[in-house]
Each structure stands twice: as C-alpha cells, then as structure tokens.
C-alpha cells in the first residue's frame, strides 16, 4: 500500500519575480530555503529507512543491493539525483533523525522542524564526533546547542570548520589522533579520458594542502586580487599574470606540472629513486624531417604534434622512439638530458634564466633549448648553440613557428614568417652581468657595436 500524505506549504509566486524588488527578491527566495529545508527532512527521513534496509548484515538481500547498488547513499542518489556527496549527507541525517545520539537530539528535532538545513546538520555530526574517554556526551549536547545559537545562516563548510573548533577545544589529547585520520584519507587519482585528456582527483590533508595551496596561491594571487607591489619587478610580474591568456584554473596546472619538472630535475633519488621520470616519444622519421603529422606520448591516447616531440626533444627525460616508413623502430633516444648537467650549468651561468628578454623565469623554471633543431642532427649539443628557455617561450619557438637564431656570439628570436604582429628579431641577451661585460669587450676588440645595452 503506498505511503500518502498532504503536504500544505505556501510559497511566494515566481510568475514576476523579474521586475520584484531587491527586498521582495530576498525574501522570496528565504521563504523558499524554508521550504526545501522542510522536504530535504522528509528525503533525510526517507533515506534513513533506506540504510535501516541496506546495512551490511544484510548483505544481498539489502534494499540497495537488490536495486543493483552497493550502499544505501548510492541508491538514495539515484533515487533524488542529487550527487554523492549530497546524498551521503542526507542519508547521514536520516540516520541520526531515526535514532539520534543524545547529544545531537536537538540537531535532529531541529532538522525536522525545518529550521536546520540537511548540510549544516551532516557537518555538526561530523566535526564534533562521538564522545570520548576524554569528552563527554554532555560536552557535545552543549557544544551542539552553541553551534545551532551560533551558526545561523552559514553555509555547512562553516558550520564544519566551527564544529571542529569546538571538538578540538573539548578534546585537546586527541587533536593528533584527528590529524592522523584525515591523512589516512589523503589520495590522488589519475584517470585517463576518452578524449586523451586525463581527469585528476584526490583529497589533501591539512599539511599537504598547505603546502600546495600556498605554492598554487604565489603563483595565482596577482589574478585573484592579490596584495599591491611596491617594488617594480614584482609589479611588472603581477601584471603578466593578470594579463596572462591563460585563467586562472589553468595557470595553477601549468605551476604544479612545473613544479613537478623542477622536481624531477633536482631529484637525488629521494623520491624517484635510481629512475628519474621519462617521457618516451614515438615519431615518423619523414614527420620529423618535414616538421608536420602526429606523434605520440608512451600511456597517452591522444596525439601530439611533431612541433611538441621536437620541444620535447631539447627537455629533460626524454626517450625518442624513431619510426621509419614501414613502421619498424629506426634508433632509441636515451634517457638522459641531450644536454648534460655540467652544460646546463653553464647555460644557466650565461642566460641566468629564461632568455627571452623581458621574462623573469630563473634557470630553474627552464628547458634547454637546441637552436640546431633536433630532427635535423639528433640532439648533438654543444653549449654555443644552446639557449635557456622557460616552458612559455619554449613552446612559442616550437609550436608558433618562431625561431632562435646565432651569428657569432648574437642571439636573436625570429618571428614566423608572415606573422603580421611581429615582424622585427628580438635580440636575446643573457642576463649574466660577467659574461655581458665579457661579450662587451668582445665586440668592442673587433670593432663592432656592443649589442648588450638591452634590458636582460
């Protein structure tokens, strides 16, 4: 026999809520918050008596397993459409309102009322925890009651953070047991797409998303409002980021994928141990030699460019896989740096960081570049025809067409060929003081005009 109820709820008519004032506006849409608290109670209700029928004693014969799923909040989400999370929040609740723990009583008769959103009644559950050898039941009755005076109108992740609050300061011994918790639940998760793209998820502990977030947040601050520079280097820098093509999103990728480059680079084997991280690289030998079709990243499903597997090839980690026209394996890269450590050494002594002019990346935010191109003499190197570039510029040269060019002991940056915005070289001077003064006197031996007057 179904379940039948009348449910009498008025709410405001949405028919004009266009031309409704602001005050009208905000009232409306509390009158309607009211509302959805008082059904999210009969859902929370509802899916508790779906976790009474699928607990694990149950096994298959549960009500979620025989609805062909694993948990009560996988059904609960199927049934609402609502997402997991929000679904184990509701069926949560829906426990604690079918029995509730003495301490968390008035959250529950709150949450039935109507008067407690489902979220903020999951996260006063969850940040004050059961009571403890240490804290008493009456302690959380207490600190649950502060929390429902207190909280008001925050939103759950507020309300958590409070409660948590209030649980560490009842229960200072085990502060360290909590810690030692949420690191238990710490992971990351790569996914490969269909597309070729790959979907990165995970939780943090507290001190590993400090330490990220705060990496994340140098890199990002000046495109979220950061604070106001007084030193022009820095005001310079900031304005790049604001000016940046790229958002904010994906310059944070960008900075944990070089983050990650930079580590690898400088690993002694602390963390890759005697195999540093390689990118093997799978090309047609007639593709490299007429810079154009597809090449491929060893695990990777979705193709690159023959301009990519070129960049690549003046990186670090690099295995190159040659192919001739009948598909056999001409030649293996190795894997180690085409150019070596000593060179690049020398390099970042010259450069002292990223060559192009007005860039700031210091040498170890760079890529060696070979300006005797890669497919065309196989990574042979030598320092005079090398040049520091960071992960911007490297791809600018490989990817737009431009290039670096050498006469003598000049360096320039080349536009692409019918590039209507750029039309003039770029001089790239290394930014060295030593070696400038060096290439100084150099040219004024021969009598020729010192090119280093440039900003470096």
């Not at 990519?308 to 293996?332: M, N, W």
């Not at 490297?394 to 080349?414: A, K, P, Q, T």
């Amino acid at each position: 026999m179904p379940i039948t109820a009348t449910l009498h709820l008025e709410v405001p008519s949405l028919d004009d809520v266009a031309h409704a004032d602001d005050l009208v506006l905000i009232e409306t849409v509390k009158r309607w918050a009211e509302v959805r608290r008082i059904v999210d109670a009969g859902l929370a209700t509802l899916a508790g008596e779906v976790a009474a029928r699928s607990t694990l004693e149950l096994g298959y014969d549960g009500l979620a397993q025989r609805a062909g799923l694993r948990t009560a909040d996988a059904l609960v989400s199927k049934l609402t459409g609502t997402s997991g999370p929000e679904a184990r929040a509701i069926t949560a609740v829906g426990i604690m309102i079918a029995s509730p723990q003495p301490w968390l009583a008035e959250v529950a008769g709150r949450v039935c009322a109507g008067e407690l959103s489902v979220g903020a009644a999951a996260a006063i559950q969850n940040g004050l925890g059961a009571p403890s050898p240490t804290v008493a039941a009456d302690d959380l009755a207490d600190a649950a009651h502060s929390l429902l005076t207190e909280s008001g109108d925050l939103p759950p992740e507020k309300v958590a953070r409070r409660a948590r609050e209030l649980r560490d300061e009842l229960d200072e011994a085990g502060v360290a047991d909590r810690e030692a918790a949420l690191r238990e639940k710490r992971f990351l998760r790569l996914i490969p797409q269909a597309d070729g793209m790959t979907r990165l998820i995970g939780l943090l502990d507290p001190e590993s998303a400090a330490l990220v977030t705060d990496a994340v947040d140098v890199v990002t601050s000046p495109r979220r409002g950061g604070p106001r520079f007084v030193d022009p280097d820095a005001t310079a820098r900031a304005e790049a980021i604001v000016h940046d093509s790229r958002n904010t999103e994906q310059l944070t990728l960008d900075a944990l994928v070089e983050m990650v480059r930079i580590a690898a680079a400088a690993d002694s084997g602390r963390v890759f141990g005697t195999r540093q991280p390689s990118v093997r690289v799978h090309v047609a030998l007639a593709d490299l030699h007429r810079g154009a079709g597809a090449a491929h990243l060893d695990g990777q499903t979705a193709a690159v460019s023959v301009h990519t597997a070129e960049r690549l090839g003046c990186s670090d980690g690099l295995l190159g896989i040659v192919f001739d026209t009948d598909g056999a394996a001409l030649r293996h890269g190795r894997r180690k740096r085409l150019f070596t450590d000593k060179q690049r050494d020398v390099l970042a002594a010259i450069w002292g960081g990223c060559g192009a002019p007005d860039c700031d990346r210091p040498p170890s935010w760079t890529e060696a570049h070979h300006i005797n191109e890669w497919k065309k003499n196989g990574g042979s190197t030598n320092v005079e025809d090398g040049i520091l570039l960071c992960r911007h510029h490297h791809l600018l040269v490989h990817n737009n067409g431009w290039r670096v060019r050498r006469h003598g002991i000049d360096y320039s940056l080349e536009p692409p060929p019918g590039d209507a915005l750029n039309r003039v070289l770029v001089a790239l001077i290394p930014k060295n003081p030593v070696h400038r003064r060096g290439r100084s006197r150099a040219a004024a031996a021969v009598g020729a005009p010192a090119t280093d007057s440039a900003k470096g």
